[in-house]
């Protein structure tokens, strides 16, 4: 079984935008910022934080490697401002062809997070669920469990 993921930044969604907007009514989702704060900076030092976004979906596909989930980036310092990406699509193909699982900002998803050393296969969601796209931005603090909260969107 080959698994693969693909995230669908806004330059390779803006073409497809462009052409759905000439056929139909349907929305494109926006990528969202979240503003991360580093939980383990205080009192400091400050431990890189790998967060990863993980996607409602989870019931489909059972890969032999974990949750499927979207890296969302490192925080070394005390906050970040990292953005969840409008789309992503994942990939598993097996004998009998290929799936594919997409997901949206309009869909929800949780968050986790681990050292960039550890192996990202068997990482879970640690916070509650939210959708992306309901807010301009949203913040949380990590590790932790909470549910992120909507913010104004940040910038790096």
Do not use: Y
């Amino acid at each position: 079984m080959i698994v693969s993921r693909r995230l669908l930044r806004g330059t390779l969604v803006l073409p497809v935008a462009a052409a759905i907007a000439c056929s139909s009514a349907v929305d494109v989702p926006p990528s969202v910022t979240i503003l991360v704060t580093n939980s383990t900076c205080s009192p400091g030092p400050c431990t890189s934080l790998r967060v990863l976004a993980f996607p409602d979906d989870q019931h489909q596909p059972h890969t032999p490697g974990g949750l499927w989930s979207l890296d969302l980036g490192i925080v070394s310092t005390a906050s970040a401002c990292l953005t969840i990406p409008a789309g992503a699509e994942f990939n598993v193909t097996g004998p009998n062809g290929t799936t594919t699982f997409l997901w949206s900002t309009a869909n929800g998803l949780a968050l986790g997070s681990l050292s960039p050393s550890d192996p990202v296969l068997q990482a879970t969601p640690s916070t509650g669920r939210f959708v992306p796209s309901s807010a301009a931005g949203w913040s949380i603090t990590l590790p932790g469990s909470s549910t992120p909260t909507p913010s104004g969107a940040c910038t790096s």
